[in-house]
């Protein structure tokens, strides 16, 4: 069964940094791109960042306008073998507004788009 695992989320004070991973399992098919949503309560879903895949193997990147000065997002692409992929969200100087579930998902080459459950980011002091 395709599944996105999220982990690296907690509370952390204003200034702080936390690291977020996606780990995909199950998968049939290839990235074409893993990247991150959020949502604050009582706001709509919003875009962080986004990892692609070009072709040729190389990659694009796509931020929000939200954190994109202060986001990196990286991947730890499986090998040929196994199409499970990893995303890495670093964020730095987080804010208090920074506080939402953040989400993973994953595009693949054939089929719908996979959900993380959501893991909970808390910027707080």
């Known amino acids: 069964q395709e599944r996105l695992v999220e982990s690296g989320g907690g509370l952390v004070q204003p200034g702080g940094s936390l690291r977020l991973s996606c780990s995909a399992s199950g998968t049939s098919f290839r990235m074409l791109t893993m990247g991150w949503f959020r949502q604050a309560p009582g706001k709509q879903r919003e875009l962080v960042a986004a990892?692609?895949?070009?072709?040729?193997?190389?990659?694009?990147?796509?931020?929000?306008?939200?954190m994109a000065d202060r986001v990196t997002i990286s991947s730890g692409n499986a090998s040929s073998d196994n199409p499970n992929d990893t995303v890495y969200l670093q964020m730095d100087n987080l804010k208090f507004e920074d506080t939402a579930v953040y989400y993973c998902?994953?595009?693949?080459?054939?089929?719908?788009?996979?959900w993380g459950q959501g893991i909970q980011v808390t910027v707080s002091s």
């Open positions: 990892l692609t895949t070009t072709s040729g193997g190389g990659e694009s990147r796509n931020f929000g306008d939200s």
């Open positions: 998902y994953r595009d693949p080459s054939v089929g719908p788009r996979l």
